[in-house]
T-cell receptor, first 111, second 114 residues
């Protein structure tokens, strides 16, 4: 399976702090996705990113969230001021053909 | 039910038995994908079936798709304890201006008893 990597694997932060989650997708792909999964719940779409622009975003992806491609290979998801309810697993996904391959996730814990 | 709902929510079987999980969805789709997730871990891609396909096999996995009923099933044959995980279906809805995002179901938690 194509490898998508994410760092860190676990992030603990205080409410109100900013966090940056990082992902390295399958190389040379223009499409890129972020999803999240609150513990025990379904995986939810956050945002899609195509050719350095947001292509689509969900209602969850409010002004506290931003996504960037700081260099040619890395993507970041930033949460400006974390809330308790932001605690979740955050996955990035990279398509290969029609299939989407997910990274191992970052577990974000907001205290 | 919501787009991509699985049933049963939980399934417990004996090693060696077959496990069948079902998924229903609401909108037209481009394709449907099944994923496995071990507890607290990442999502592993299992299989994709396109909207014009009715059945697909991969090893011990068999997936069917009935677009008239908007449903899919995942069959795992000769189950093993290592198959214990949650299984999710995810649809790529056929929508205008879609970014090919996936919509996930709630998942089926499979327990295979040794």
């Amino acid at each position: 399976e194509p490898e998508v990597t994410q760092t860190p694997s676990h992030q603990v932060t205080q409410m109100g702090q900013e966090v940056i989650l990082r992902c390295v997708p399958i190389s040379n792909h223009l499409y890129f996705y972020w999803y999240r999964q609150i513990l025990g719940q379904k995986v939810e779409f956050l945002v899609s990113f195509y050719n350095n622009e947001i292509s689509e975003k969900s209602e969850i992806f409010d002004d506290q969230f931003s996504v960037e491609r700081p260099d040619g290979s890395n993507f970041t998801l930033k949460i400006r001021s974390t809330k308790l309810e932001d605690s979740a697993m955050y996955f990035c996904a990279s398509p290969l053909g029609n299939e989407q391959f997910f990274g191992p996730g970052t577990r974000l814990t907001v205290l | 039910s919501q787009q991509g709902e699985e049933d049963p929510q939980a399934l417990s079987i004996q090693e060696g038995e077959n496990a069948t999980m079902n998924c229903s969805y609401k909108t037209s789709i481009n394709n449907l994908q099944w994923y496995r997730q071990n507890s607290g871990r990442g999502l592993v891609h299992l299989i994709l079936i396109r909207s014009n396909e009715r059945e697909k096999h991969s090893g011990r996995l068999r997936v069917t798709l009935d677009t008239s009923k908007k449903s899919s099933s995942l069959l795992i044959t000769a189950s093993r304890a290592a198959d214990t995980a949650s299984y999710f279906c995810a649809t790529d809805p056929r929508l205008m201006d879609s970014s090919y995002k996936l919509i996930f179901g709630s998942g089926t938690r499979l327990l295979v008893r040794p």
